[in-house]
């Protein structure tokens, strides 16, 4: 069994009948985090240039071999109950729109500013994409690929302008959304700080009605998309693999439960 197959093996055993491969919908969302504290970034028309100059079905093709879904905010479609897509917002400030992104991206002083972003030197697809991207609208940043142990402590002490940051294996969207969009929350590296942030996500954790705090989540992306807090990128699937002969697996996203798994071989 494979815990989860690479998405650049895919399509080499997605059509081996000796192989199952479960595709479902992960917890996971990815997005560029903006440092907020440091210019152009503490100008919101900057990081809605970003955001706004993202083809997400093009990035999605390229950087991740198709096997994503775009996101519209930090609630994963596993999290059917709270979760959010592009069809079902009124409006949607962060929509792809490359002349708006252009425009915005010259009245900020975002095409003469020297601004980098954060890589894994292990992987960075998603760098690369979005630096194609970036170009598109006259940006040019540059790629600072890194040993893991230097990026991360990079990324948590803030000394960024991008990075390509989100959360993966979560039960419930406050998993990652108060660790990241409360203002003094350990992932907020980027320092957007709101007090309506603050009191949504304080409202959800007093209650337990569903709805109500699915409500409060989605205020919360709401406001997030319309500051450019992230630039929302995508949800990774989950894909697990395991021999056709391997029976009983039941898949829980980013889960892997093997109590009633049997071998019939």
Known sequence: ?????????????????????????????????????????????????????????????????????????????????????????????????????????????????????????SDDRDQREIRNQLLDIGVDIEIEDLEDAVYNDRWQSGDYFMDVEGSVVDADPDDNDYNFFYPDGPWNTGKWNRDEAKQLLDHERSITDQAARAKDFQALQDLARKEAAFAFLYHSYDLAGYRSYVKGYRQIPEMRYLEGVWLDK
């Open 1 to 121: 069994m494979l815990n989860e197959v690479p998405a650049s093996g895919y399509d080499q055993i997605k059509d081996n009948s000796d192989i199952v491969i479960e595709k479902v919908h992960g917890t996971n969302w990815l997005a560029i985090q903006f440092n907020t504290t440091r210019a152009p970034f503490d100008n919101q028309d900057a990081r809605m240039a970003v955001a706004k100059a993202i083809d997400k079905d093009k990035f999605i093709e390229k950087a991740r071999f198709g096997l994503a879904e775009p996101s519209v905010g930090a609630i994963a479609p596993a999290f059917g109950w709270a979760a959010q897509t592009a069809d079902s917002l009124a409006e949607n400030p962060q929509a792809y729109d490359p002349d708006a992104a252009k425009q915005l991206a010259e009245s900020s002083g975002l095409t003469t500013a020297k601004v980098t972003i954060l890589a894994s030197a």
